[in-house]
């Protein structure tokens, strides 16, 4: 996958910002990102395939990330990558998260509490809320 080099930087103020809040973004491919995603954290989906959110990417960054952090997330997002072509979200991230277990510091966090994609041109974006606690 060739990415601008600037496409990086962006993730990195991003991820400078949203550690405070506890959610982080992961680049993925454009295409096949669900593959990418599954190698990354060690899992198997089987079954379990992210859906289109319906509602907007505001709305689905406060389901992800929650109701009092969301806001200064977005507007971060919009700002670096602009508003994404489309938002995918799991219907029951629990069943996800569960067969993750712990994620051995090779992923932004230990514990993972929910995910999203956003889908723009040349990559994809996963929203990522959770702790290290």
């Given at each position: ?45 089987g079954t ?14 406060k389901e ?5 952090v969301y ?63």
């Open positions: 996958m060739f990415i601008d080099e600037s496409l990086y930087i962006k993730i990195n103020i991003f991820n400078d910002t949203a550690s405070r809040y506890e959610a982080a973004v992961h680049l993925l491919p454009a295409e096949n990102y669900l593959k990418e995603f599954c190698n990354f954290y060690e899992v198997n989906t379990q395939k992210p859906l289109p959110y319906q509602g907007s990417f505001h709305e689905a960054l992800v990330c929650g109701d009092d806001k200064p997330l977005a507007e971060k997002a919009e700002s670096l990558f602009g508003v994404p072509k489309r938002v995918m979200m799991f219907e029951d991230i629990g069943k996800l998260t569960d067969e993750m277990g712990g994620c051995d510091g090779a992923a932004p966090f230990y514990i993972v509490f929910d995910f999203m994609f956003c889908e723009y041109d040349n990559f994809t974006l996963c929203f990522i809320s959770g702790t290290n606690n």
